[in-house]
């Protein structure tokens, strides 16, 4: 993978996480954001941006955080 893809990537997904939803999409996903940050005690935007910084490393941007 290019560096330039691996941060396309990254920046394009927390684009869609934070980008306002039609609810009949938003709805479900905020459940399963809920269902999962309640098993995990944690949130899922800050996990995604974990995966991110980790994508931006194997790339050879920048050692994850």
């Known amino acids: 993978?290019?560096?330039?893809?691996a941060?396309?990537?990254a920046r394009q997904l927390r684009r869609v996480i934070r980008?306002?939803?039609p609810a009949p999409i938003a709805t479900p996903l905020r459940a399963v954001h809920?269902?999962?940050?309640a098993r995990w005690?944690?949130?899922l935007t800050r996990l995604?941006?974990?995966?991110?910084?980790?994508?931006?490393?194997?790339?050879g941007l920048g050692a994850p955080s």
């Open 7 to 9: 941060l396309g990537g």
């Open 34 to 37: 809920d269902r999962l940050a």
């Open 48 to 59: 995604l941006d974990e995966g991110g910084q980790q994508a931006r490393a194997l790339a």
């Open 1 to 5: 993978m290019t560096r330039a893809r």
């Open 19 to 21: 980008s306002p939803l």
């Open 41 to 43: 005690g944690t949130d």
